[in-house]
């Protein structure tokens, strides 16, 4: 009974496939034919691993890792200076990161959907705010000032001092 339904799902695909370009007829029929399974990632690592290689998979890690570190960032600046606001962003940015990390192991809804740019917003916002609180602790170490909450006086700025070690640029004395 079954052969005789694939035959018959096969003729079809052969007849349609006179009227319209092949891809489109055997898309239109696999949709139709009981014996079309369709297929998705398992993950969202893998989906991304699918549709960009693993060159790209290495690309969306290091982002991954970036804007959680990111995030861990923004939440330890606000316990140490004590604003609340700057707590709940960077508990909530770290929060729905593990939360992608820890769905896009069973689905990969969020990867090439719609839904994807809410993703991508989550990671500016968490890359954005993580960048400027680099900003201000490289403003308040070159104009003297120190952050009471560093526990350096070169804390997060020995990455953007020049060649002589100052973390001041020349163009900023």
């Known amino acids: 009974m079954r052969l005789a339904e694939l035959a018959a799902d096969l003729g079809r695909v052969a007849s349609s ?3 319209a370009t092949g891809s489109e007829a055997v898309a ?3 949709e139709e034919s009981q014996y079309f399974i369709e297929w998705a990632a398992a993950g969202a690592p893998v989906e991304v691993a699918e549709e960009l290689g693993l060159p790209g998979l290495v690309a969306w890690l290091v982002l991954l890792l970036l804007v ?3 995030s861990w960032r923004v939440y330890r600046q606000g316990q140490r200076v004590g604003d609340r606001w700057l707590v709940g962003l960077g508990a909530g940015l770290l929060c729905s990161q593990v939360a992608l ?3 896009g192991l069973t689905d990969a ?3 090439g959907t719609r839904p994807a740019v809410v993703v991508w917003a989550v990671w500016g916002v968490a890359m954005a705010t993580g960048n400027q609180l680099i900003a201000k602790q490289a403003v308040l170490e070159c104009s003297g ?3 009471p909450a ?3 006086s070169r804390g997060l700025t020995r990455m953007h001092a020049d060649q002589k070690g100052n973390p001041c640029s020349s ?3």
């Open 109 to 111: 809804v969020t990867w």
């Open 101 to 103: 990390v820890i769905h």
């Open 171 to 173: 163009a900023e004395r």
């Open 28 to 30: 239109a029929l696999l």
């Open 17 to 19: 496939a006179r009227h």
């Open 145 to 147: 000032q120190r952050d």
């Open 68 to 70: 959680i570190l990111a």
């Open 150 to 152: 560093s526990k350096t």
